[in-house]
């Protein structure tokens, strides 16, 4: 197994219990029902995993408490990024890079999706820069995997259900472990 795929495990086996900041789930609940949600409707193996992964950066930088509170942006998509690219290639790296860009996008293009973002996220909006203006968007629509970002957001937002996680935690590590299997081969 790779290294990072066992890092991975690890962190979500060791930390996925403690709570996604201001939502009834823990993060591996929510990266679970992302996960999930994406497998449903048919994302490929790159998605899925996208998805299970979106937030990977909240464990590995392990801020404690909720930081969008004490007014930080924690950057969490762009270390997640980082760390996947080499091992799993952009398809998966980019959704995640883009899937905090792609809320102040939804957000400048969509006026029902604003009025309907949680607390939480709409909280960290405006740390992470507000609405997009229009030249933001039109640039947010020339990166590749936009389309990909998008679909990874709608997801997020709906993966904050409380008491939908039908697997056991071993069985959702098993899932993810094969998910990265898929993606990196
Ligand atoms: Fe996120
Ligand atoms: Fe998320």
Known sequence: MHALHKTILELYRDNGDRMYAGEPVTQLEHAWQCGRLAE?????????????????????????GTPTLR???????????????????????????????????????????????SQDSSRSLNLQGGPMSAQECAG??????????????????LGKKKAWFEDSREDALQYLEKLMRAASS
């Open 40 to 64: 449903k409707s048919g994302a490929n193996a790159a998605l899925q995993l996208a998805s299970w992964l979106h937030d990977l950066g909240h464990l590995w930088v392990n801020s404690p």
């Open 140 to 157: 947010f629509e020339s990166k590749p995997y936009f389309k990909d970002a998008l679909k990874l957001r709608v997801w997020d937002d």
């Open 71 to 117: 007014g930080e942006d924690d950057l969490h998509e762009v270390v997640a990024a980082d760390l996947l690219a080499p091992v799993f290639g952009q398809a998966v790296a980019e959704p995640v890079r883009l899937h905090v860009q792609a809320k102040r996008y939804l957000v400048a293009s969509n006026p029902a999706y604003a009025a309907k973002l």
